[in-house]
Protein backbone atom coordinates (compact mmCIF):
# COMPACT_ATOMS: atom_id res chain seq x y z
CA UNK A 1 0.00 0.00 0.00
CA UNK A 2 2.78 2.46 0.55
CA UNK A 3 4.51 2.00 -2.82
CA UNK A 4 0.93 2.02 -4.42
CA UNK A 5 -0.11 5.29 -2.66
CA UNK A 6 3.63 7.08 -3.64
CA UNK A 7 3.11 5.59 -7.03
CA UNK A 8 -0.65 7.03 -7.32
CA UNK A 9 0.53 10.42 -5.75
CA UNK A 10 3.74 11.12 -7.92
CA UNK A 11 2.09 9.79 -11.39
CA UNK A 12 -0.46 12.17 -11.08
CA UNK A 13 1.88 15.59 -10.09
CA UNK A 14 4.08 14.72 -12.38
CA UNK A 15 1.89 13.93 -15.41
CA UNK A 16 4.51 11.36 -16.86
CA UNK A 17 3.36 7.78 -18.71
CA UNK A 18 2.42 5.58 -16.00
CA UNK A 19 4.97 3.10 -17.63
CA UNK A 20 7.63 5.13 -17.80
CA UNK A 21 7.46 6.28 -13.65
CA UNK A 22 7.64 2.41 -13.25
CA UNK A 23 11.09 2.73 -14.68
CA UNK A 24 12.43 5.17 -12.67
CA UNK A 25 15.49 4.24 -10.40
CA UNK A 26 16.51 5.98 -7.53
CA UNK A 27 19.70 7.11 -7.94
CA UNK A 28 17.89 9.15 -10.78
CA UNK A 29 16.45 11.31 -8.56
CA UNK A 30 17.53 14.50 -6.15
CA UNK A 31 16.58 16.59 -3.55
CA UNK A 32 15.97 19.98 -4.05
CA UNK A 33 17.34 22.43 -1.83
CA UNK A 34 15.65 23.20 1.35
CA UNK A 35 13.84 20.01 0.87
CA UNK A 36 11.50 21.56 -0.87
CA UNK A 37 11.04 18.22 -3.22
CA UNK A 38 12.72 15.97 -6.17
CA UNK A 39 14.26 16.53 -9.28
CA UNK A 40 13.95 12.70 -11.31
CA UNK A 41 16.23 12.42 -14.29
CA UNK A 42 14.70 10.20 -16.18
CA UNK A 43 16.87 8.16 -18.96
CA UNK A 44 14.34 5.40 -20.33
CA UNK A 45 10.85 5.28 -21.55
CA UNK A 46 8.69 5.29 -24.40
CA UNK A 47 9.87 8.06 -25.91
CA UNK A 48 13.53 7.85 -24.40
CA UNK A 49 15.17 4.69 -25.65
CA UNK A 50 17.44 6.43 -27.82
CA UNK A 51 19.59 7.52 -24.24
CA UNK A 52 17.62 11.16 -24.40
CA UNK A 53 16.82 12.90 -20.61
CA UNK A 54 13.54 13.67 -19.05
CA UNK A 55 13.90 15.81 -16.32
CA UNK A 56 10.96 16.92 -13.85
CA UNK A 57 10.61 18.46 -10.56
CA UNK A 58 8.30 17.64 -8.04
CA UNK A 59 7.73 20.18 -4.85
CA UNK A 60 6.84 19.51 -1.56
CA UNK A 61 3.03 19.90 -1.08
CA UNK A 62 1.92 21.70 2.17
CA UNK A 63 -1.09 19.27 1.85
CA UNK A 64 0.61 16.40 3.47
CA UNK A 65 -2.30 13.58 2.78
CA UNK A 66 -1.42 14.36 -0.82
CA UNK A 67 1.71 15.54 -1.06
CA UNK A 68 3.97 13.56 -3.98
CA UNK A 69 7.27 13.79 -1.40
CA UNK A 70 5.72 12.62 1.46
CA UNK A 71 4.57 10.04 -0.24
CA UNK A 72 8.01 8.74 -1.67
CA UNK A 73 9.33 9.23 1.59
CA UNK A 74 6.94 7.23 4.00
CA UNK A 75 7.35 4.44 1.22
CA UNK A 76 10.92 4.70 0.86
CA UNK A 77 10.47 4.48 5.23
CA UNK A 78 8.30 1.63 4.93
CA UNK A 79 10.41 -0.82 2.71
CA UNK A 80 13.70 0.23 4.74
CA UNK A 81 11.85 -1.16 7.87
CA UNK A 82 10.79 -4.31 6.20
CA UNK A 83 13.96 -4.87 4.89
CA UNK A 84 13.91 -4.00 1.06
CA UNK A 85 17.21 -1.33 -0.39
CA UNK A 86 15.50 0.73 -2.52
CA UNK A 87 18.29 2.91 -2.64
CA UNK A 88 20.15 1.54 -5.86
CA UNK A 89 17.48 0.41 -8.45
CA UNK A 90 14.15 1.07 -9.26
CA UNK A 91 11.65 2.78 -6.93
CA UNK A 92 8.76 1.14 -7.74
CA UNK A 93 9.21 -2.39 -7.63
CA UNK A 94 6.21 -5.03 -8.27
CA UNK A 95 5.06 -7.86 -5.28
CA UNK A 96 5.60 -12.05 -6.08
CA UNK A 97 2.77 -13.63 -5.60
CA UNK A 98 4.28 -14.93 -2.02
CA UNK A 99 4.84 -11.29 -0.91
CA UNK A 100 7.49 -10.79 -1.99
CA UNK A 101 9.19 -7.85 -3.50
CA UNK A 102 11.16 -8.05 -7.07
CA UNK A 103 14.53 -5.63 -8.11
CA UNK A 104 12.16 -4.84 -11.43
CA UNK A 105 10.15 -2.10 -12.96
CA UNK A 106 6.57 -1.65 -11.81
CA UNK A 107 4.48 -1.82 -14.92
CA UNK A 108 1.78 0.15 -15.83
CA UNK A 109 -0.61 -2.79 -16.05
CA UNK A 110 0.11 -3.69 -12.44
CA UNK A 111 -0.35 -0.25 -11.11
CA UNK A 112 -3.43 0.06 -12.98
CA UNK A 113 -5.00 -3.48 -11.89
CA UNK A 114 -4.08 -1.54 -8.16
CA UNK A 115 -5.99 1.32 -8.85
CA UNK A 116 -8.90 -0.82 -9.94
CA UNK A 117 -8.73 -2.59 -6.74
CA UNK A 118 -8.48 0.31 -4.71
CA UNK A 119 -11.34 1.95 -6.40
CA UNK A 120 -13.84 -0.80 -6.73
CA UNK A 121 -13.43 -1.33 -3.10
CA UNK A 122 -14.37 2.16 -2.28
CA UNK A 123 -17.09 1.37 -4.47
CA UNK A 124 -16.18 4.69 -6.79
CA UNK A 125 -14.69 3.06 -9.97
CA UNK A 126 -16.09 5.05 -12.84
CA UNK A 127 -13.28 4.14 -15.72
CA UNK A 128 -10.17 6.29 -14.32
CA UNK A 129 -7.62 5.23 -16.03
CA UNK A 130 -3.65 6.07 -14.67
CA UNK A 131 -3.34 7.22 -18.44
CA UNK A 132 -6.14 8.89 -20.54
CA UNK A 133 -8.94 8.86 -18.07
CA UNK A 134 -7.31 9.86 -14.85
CA UNK A 135 -3.89 10.90 -13.68
CA UNK A 136 -2.33 12.55 -16.73
CA UNK A 137 -5.75 14.30 -17.57
CA UNK A 138 -6.44 15.06 -14.05
CA UNK A 139 -2.86 16.65 -13.59
CA UNK A 140 -3.57 19.05 -16.70
CA UNK A 141 -6.79 20.35 -15.43
CA UNK A 142 -5.54 20.28 -12.47
CA UNK A 143 -2.72 22.81 -13.62
CA UNK A 144 -4.95 24.95 -15.95
CA UNK A 145 -7.17 25.48 -13.14
CA UNK A 146 -4.23 26.86 -11.12
CA UNK A 147 -3.71 29.30 -14.31
CA UNK A 148 -0.51 27.46 -16.30
CA UNK A 149 -0.27 28.25 -20.08
CA UNK A 150 -1.55 25.56 -22.35
CA UNK A 151 2.14 25.29 -24.09
CA UNK A 152 3.36 24.45 -20.22
CA UNK A 153 0.62 22.40 -19.24
CA UNK A 154 1.59 20.12 -22.93
CA UNK A 155 5.21 19.90 -22.08
CA UNK A 156 4.65 19.21 -18.57
CA UNK A 157 2.73 16.08 -19.18
CA UNK A 158 4.30 15.31 -22.63
CA UNK A 159 1.92 16.23 -24.89
CA UNK A 160 2.53 17.52 -28.43
Not at 19 to 27: E, M, N, R, S
Not at 61 to 76: D, F, K, V, W
Not at 123 to 134: P, Q, V
Given at each position: ?20 LG ?13 AG????H ?6 R?GD?N??G???N????I??I ?12 I ?5 T??L ?17 T ?21 H ?9 I ?8 L ?5 H?G??
Amino acid sequence: MARDQAYFKTAFFNGDRPGDLGQVKTPEILRFPNDAGFSFKHIWGKTLRDGDQNVFGIRRNSQTAICPIRGIELYMDVARQIGINLTTSYLFRPTTTDNGVTDAPLSSTTAEARLKLYLKEMKADEGETLHAYGFRSGCAITLALTGADLSEIMEHVGWA
